[in-house]
Antibody, heavy 120, light 110 residues
Framework: QITLKESGPTLVNPTQTLTLTCTFS??????????VGWIRQPPGKALEWLAL???????RYSPALRSRLTISKDTSKSQVVLTLTNMDPVDAATYYC????????????WGQGTLVTVFS | QSVLTQPPSVSAAPGQKVTISCSGT????????VSWYQQLPGTAPKLLIY???KRPSGIPDRFSGSKSGTSATLGITGLQTGDEADYYC???????????FGGGTKLTVL
C-alpha cells in the first residue's frame, strides 16, 4: 500500500522559512524512475506545481519560485523535505506531496495535504 | 495565471456526457502526455487519466482522455452527482523544465 503524508507547521509568520516533510511508504525513492513532487493550492484556487526530486537526486523547480525553494530527500527515512523561504501571505495554501512514476509526468499517489497559514 | 488553459466551469444533466478541454503549447502538451485529476470537495486530487488516455486501476471507463497536438480533452459519460468536482489537467513543460497544471474546471451535474 502506497501512502504519502505531509507534516509541518500550520502557521508561519511572514519572512519566516517554511519547512515541510513528506513521509512516504510502499515505495522507494532509490528505484529508477521514481520521483516525489510538491504541489500547492491556495484556498479556492488552482493547483500550482512547485518542485520535484528524482531517485537520482535530480531536482526541478518552478521558475517562479526557484530562488525560494529547496527540495531534498532522505531515502533512509523515506522522506522528502521542501523549504520555502521568506514566506508571505500569498503563500498560504494547502501543500501536497505526490509520487511521480515513470518517464511520463504524472502523479499517481497524493498525500492528504497540509494547510499552511501565514499570519500577518 | 495557469500555463494550461481550461474552461472555468462545465455543466450537464445526470446521465449525459460532458467534455473538458485543456489547451497548451508546443513546449508542453505538444510534446508531452497529459494527465487528468479529479478533486472532490475537501479532498486531495486523484489521478483519473495518465499518458493522455490510460486509466489507473479502479477508474471506471466512463472517464476517457484524448490528446491532439497542443490540446487535450477529458470525457465523462453517464454523469452522476458524485462526479461533481474540480478537474485539472497537467503535463511537463520542456521550456520551463517543470510541471504545469491547468486552472481547473468545476463540473456541475444539474
Amino acid at each position: 500500500q502506497i501512502t504519502l503524508k505531509e507534516s509541518g507547521p500550520t502557521l508561519v509568520n511572514p519572512t519566516q522559512t517554511l519547512t515541510l516533510t513528506c513521509t512516504f511508504s510502499g515505495f522507494s525513492l532509490t528505484t529508477s524512475g521514481v520521483g516525489v513532487g510538491w504541489i500547492r493550492q491556495p484556498p479556492g484556487k488552482a493547483l500550482e506545481w512547485l518542485a520535484l526530486i528524482y531517485w537520482d537526486d535530480v531536482k526541478r523547480y518552478s521558475p517562479a519560485l526557484r530562488s525560494r525553494l529547496t527540495i531534498s530527500k532522505d531515502t533512509s527515512k523515506s522522506q522528502v523535505v521542501l523549504t520555502l523561504t521568506n514566506m508571505d501571505p500569498v503563500d498560504a495554501a494547502t501543500y501536497y506531496c505526490a509520487r511521480r512514476l515513470g518517464g511520463n509526468h504524472y502523479f499517481d499517489y497524493w498525500g492528504q495535504g497540509t494547510l499552511v497559514t501565514v499570519f500577518s | 495565471q495557469s500555463v494550461l488553459t481550461q474552461p472555468p466551469s462545465v455543466s450537464a444533466a445526470p446521465g449525459q456526457k460532458v467534455t473538458i478541454s485543456c489547451s497548451g503549447t508546443s513546449s508542453n502538451l505538444g510534446n508531452n502526455y497529459v494527465s487528468w485529476y479529479q478533486q472532490l470537495p475537501g479532498t486531495a486530487p486523484k489521478l483519473l487519466i495518465y499518458e493522455s488516455n490510460k486509466r489507473p486501476s479502479g477508474i471506471p471507463d466512463r472517464f476517457s482522455g484524448s490528446k491532439s497536438g497542443t490540446s487535450a480533452t477529458l470525457g465523462i459519460t453517464g454523469l452522476q452527482t458524485g462526479d461533481e468536482a474540480d478537474y485539472y489537467c497537467g503535463t511537463w513543460d520542456n521550456n520551463l523544465s517543470a510541471g504545469v497544471f491547468g486552472g481547473g474546471t468545476k463540473l456541475t451535474v444539474l
